[in-house]
Structures are given as C-alpha cells and as structure tokens.
C-alpha cells in the first residue's frame, strides 16, 4: 500500500525499480497462497458425479490411477494468480488516492466538501470490476489447456504423482493420458469457478481502498481530538517517517485548520512545548515539505549548470612539474616470460602482439595495405552504383537507424521506453519513488488556513512574525515550478510531445500543485495586505507576489 502514483521516467524504470523488491514477491506469494486455498476449497465441496478426487478408481479389472482433471484445475488457478498478480502490478492496485480539495479561489462555497461513501464509490466501480473479472476470466479459460499442455503438465503431473502414493496405492510407472483434459465441460467449469475468485480479489481491493481513503475524523471529531495530548500526537504524524501515518496526519490538518475553531486556537496558543511552540514545529514541517520541491528542481538544474559553467571557463595550458626520474619501463613484468609451447598458445600470442600494436599505437593508419584497399574500391566502383555508395555511409546508417527507432517508439510495444515530459517533470516537482502531491497540498493548505485564521484566533500574536516567511516560500516555489516547466529539455523519446501543441507542458498534477500555491498567495495577500509595510514586505516582494498569484496590479 502506499498513497501517490509511482514517479519514473519511463515504464521500464518502473519495471526495473520493482522487479526485485519483496512487495512484488509478496503480491505473488499472497495471490498464490489465495488461489491454492480456494481451488482445495473448491474441488472438497464438489460431488462425486463432477469426477474432481485425487485418484481414479476405475473398473473392478484396474488399478488406481491419478486423475488429470483436479490437476489440470489446480494449475488453472495458480495461472489464474500469475495473470492477477501481473495486473495487480501493473495496474499498481496498492496505490490508495486521498481526496484533494480544490483551491479557494476556485471553490467559492465555504462549506467544506463532501465526500461520497465508500458504498458510493464501490457502485460507481462495480461495472468495471465485472467486465474485468469476465474478460480475464474468458482469456484464462481458453487459454489455459494449451499453456497446461505445453507448460505445466509435465512438471505438474510427477509433483502430484509423488504426493498422490504417500497415500494411495499408484504404480510408479504411471503416466498421463496422451491428450490433456479439454472438455468443454471443465472449461465451462473453470470459468465459472475462475469468475467467482477473480470477483473476490477485484472486490477485496475496491472494499480496501475504499474504506482507507477515509477522512481521518472519528464521531465528527479529528482522531487525535481522544488522545491525552491531541496537538502532540498530531505533531508525531507529521513528523513520522512511514508513509501512511505522514499522510493522514496532514490530511487531518488541513481538516483542523479548515472546520475546528478550538483546534486552531490550541495550536496558536501552545507557545511553550520542550521543541518549541506548536505553531513552530507545524511551520517548519510544513515549509520543509514545500522547500524540498525548490530542492529537487535545484538538484535537476545542477549538472546542467555546473556544465555550462565549465564550458565558459577558458583551458589554460596545463603546467607540468619538472621530471625527477626517468620514464616508466615498458618492458613485461616478468623477467623471463614463458615462452608459447602449443600452437594454440603461439596464435595466441601472435593475435595478442597485433591488437596491441594496433591499439596503442598513437598513428591511426588503417592495418589494411595499400594494396587490400585498392582491390576494394575497384570492387565498389564495380558493383555498387554512387547511389548506393552514398547509401552505406556512416551518416546515412545512423539516419536509419534512427528513423526506424522512432517508429517503434511510436508503437504499443515501444511505449514502456518513452520518457514521458510529464513522467519527468511530476518525478522532479512531486518527489520520487511515488508522488507526494497529497502531503504537498495538505502542507500549503493547512499553512494558508491557520495564517487566515490567525488574525483573529492568535492572541499571542506568534504568526505575525512569520506572514513573510511562508508568503516568500510559496512565490519563490510557484516561480521555480513554472521556471522548471518552461525550460525542462523534451526528452528525444517522447515522440507524441509535438502532437500535444502547447498543452504538452501541463501535467494535471504539477498544474494542481501551482493552483493551490497560487490560492494561498491570493489569501495571503487579500488578508495581510495592508499590513504588508509593517510586517517588512516591500513593493517589489509584494508585485513579485502578485504576478506569481496572476493577480492585477
């Protein structure tokens, strides 16, 4: 489970990036473990009459035999978890979505919005969990028998065989029937039982997801409104290094700085914590999570940068110290080398003593003699026209090459190894290994909500002093986001950036991100406006603002 898309260049860096992790082992496993146990669920509430037991008994004139069709079941099911898993992962099921409110200045209603149910959202994905459950459920069942022929049969049936005579009595030499089980009958019955788990695992991961992403609020009250210390526990959230509790412990104060009046003032009035005021510690928090995007754009920036400056630096000609010593030996090492004995050993040798002639050699005369070279351009001048000549070239071969790349980049086949413009600018605006856009706009929310608020709610007057700060951190944010968006290289990959026209610079999420800043801007400015002298915000600052929140004036 984790809470953010996962943030790669390409698909294929996602692909290599969880490979190998034990979450993807674990999928696998846990899809495994469910398909074994519900397949022996399955085949023990079966009657006699479907021929699913272990063993065969035959006429009275024959001994046992194992029969084929519970094992060919079994291995539908365990084909059946593959395809899941693959999906599941593919599809990154354990991405849950939290909720984002959208940007006051967009919102004009002050009623905080609402939320649909769980109940609703599990309507809403009803249809498409079905049309998957049945279209994997028709692609496993007739495409089962031949992947049990041709890949499971043979290792399936000795491992069941060997498990099979620890109980019954089986001959040793027994071996399958010459043509796998593909009656229609069990096909119809793999189906059936197929669709009946595949619901169960699409349902089982709606109901989950459903019911996580849930407001962090209990009896209409924040969950840590019980705790003994409520802004304590708050604090430990925010600052807590597991994704889940991080993620929550935000979203429940954008919650507090949004509904409850005496959460708020409890915040502004806690001035002597041992770590500082509560107002402090949550500031810091807060302004560290938007910092780390100018961060990230800064780390971007900087091998470009340090190039460059490299480059517009003049090469002075080195100076060399004096020679103390004379040059290094270039003889071999050993004092008496062995000589070759074999043939093979003398080739060898000899092949060796050429390449490094060749190679070291500071000339770069061709090893071809004149005379070698001749004989070839005859022959070219012979049976290649000029046309054809020029078609060999170096330059030209590369230019094909290139060409037909780009085709297959164009393909579905191609597309995991496209780097994405809005693949790598979200990889460097929102964080990486998954998106942070959550914590991000939960963070400037609950930030621009308490300073609002804290005009009339902070008797102590601890904001005041800090109006400058946040306003300085968000336009310097917003003006990096849309610096980084503009100048950001495309990436020679990306083949469909130029059919995107102007549009293929917004990506929805950074755009998101650029909303709510430019929002709590506008608030900022509308609130402490006229105070803005007083508080040492100069005209400049507050027309850099202005500009930054696409404010007039």
């Not at 065989?161 to 019955?189: C, D, H, N």
């Not at 509904?259 to 107002?279: P, Q």
């Not at 009339?456 to 849309?482: M, S, W």
Request: with cysteine; aromatic share 12%; net charge positive.
């Amino acid at each position: 489970m984790h809470f953010g898309c996962r943030t790669t260049d390409s698909s294929f860096d996602t692909f290599k990036q969880y490979l190998f992790r034990f979450n993807t082992l674990q999928t696998l496993v846990c899809y495994f473990f469910s398909a074994w146990w519900f397949s022996e669920v399955y085949i023990w509430s079966m009657t006699a009459d479907t021929d699913l037991q272990w063993v065969a008994e035959g006429k009275l004139y024959e001994r046992r035999r194992l029969n084929e069709r519970p094992i060919y079941l079994r291995s539908f099911f365990f084909l059946l978890a593959s395809t899941q898993s693959i999906i599941h992962i593919y599809c990154d099921y354990d991405h849950i979505t939290l909720p984002i409110d959208t940007p006051k200045s967009e919102n004009k209603s002050e009623k905080s919005p609402t939320m649909d149910s769980p109940i609703a959202k599990l309507k809403s994905v009803l249809p498409i969990m079905l049309r998957n459950a049945v279209t994997r459920a028709i692609a496993t069942s007739l495409s089962g028998p031949f992947v049990y022929a041709g890949c499971i049969r043979w290792v399936a049936w000795p491992w069941t065989l060997w498990f099979a005579r620890l109980v019954w009595s089986i001959p040793k030499e027994s071996t399958p029937s010459r043509y796998p089980p593909m009656q229609v009958g069990l096909m119809i019955r793999s189906f059936a039982a197929g669709l009946m788990l595949l619901c169960l695992w699409e349902f089982s991961n709606a109901v989950f997801t459903a019911y996580v992403a849930q407001e962090p609020l209990k009896n209409g009250q924040p969950l840590t409104a019980d705790s003994r210390e409520p802004n304590g526990s708050l604090l430990n959230g925010l600052k807590s290094r597991k994704e889940g509790p991080k993620n929550f412990a935000f979203w429940e104060l954008t919650i507090i700085s949004h509904r409850y009046e005496a959460r708020r003032k409890s915040i502004f009035n806690e001035i002597d914590r041992a770590k500082g005021a509560t107002w402090t510690q949550i500031l810091g928090i807060c302004l560290g999570t938007i910092q780390d995007i100018n961060t990230r754009i800064s780390d971007f920036q900087s091998p470009a940068s340090s190039a460059s400056a490299q480059a517009s630096q003049p090469k002075d000609p080195i100076q060399r110290l004096p020679q103390l010593s004379s040059p290094l030996k270039q003889d071999p090492i050993l004092i008496n080398p062995v000589s070759p004995q074999s043939n093979v050993e003398r080739v060898e040798a000899t092949a060796e003593s050429i390449a490094k002639y060749y190679g070291q050699s500071p000339s770069s005369r061709s090893p071809l003699s004149p005379h070698v070279k001749e004989v070839i351009n005859i022959a070219k001048d012979k049976f290649l026209t000029e046309e054809q000549q020029n078609a060999f070239t170096f330059t030209r071969l590369t230019s094909l090459f290139s060409d037909y790349f780009v085709q297959y980049l164009r393909t579905p086949v191609g597309y995991p190894f496209r780097q994405l413009f809005a693949r790598r600018l979200s990889l460097v605006v929102l964080g990486n290994p998954t998106s942070q856009i959550s914590i991000i706009i939960n963070a400037v929310d609950s930030i621009t909500n308490l300073a609002v608020a804290s005009l009339k709610e902070d008797q102590y007057g601890t904001v005041n002093k800090d109006i400058p700060t946040i306003l300085r951190t968000f336009v310097i944010t917003v003006q990096n986001i849309e610096r980084i968006r503009q100048q950001m290289p495309v990436h020679w990959t990306d083949t469909e950036f130029e059919e995107r026209g102007g549009d293929g610079r917004k990506v929805k999420e950074v755009e998101l991100v650029l909303s709510h800043l430019k929002s709590g801007i506008a608030q900022l400015i509308q609130t402490f406006g006229g105070y803005a002298q007083d508080m040492g915000l100069g005209p400049v600052e507050m027309r850099a603002a202005r500009q930054a929140a696409d404010l007039a004036g």
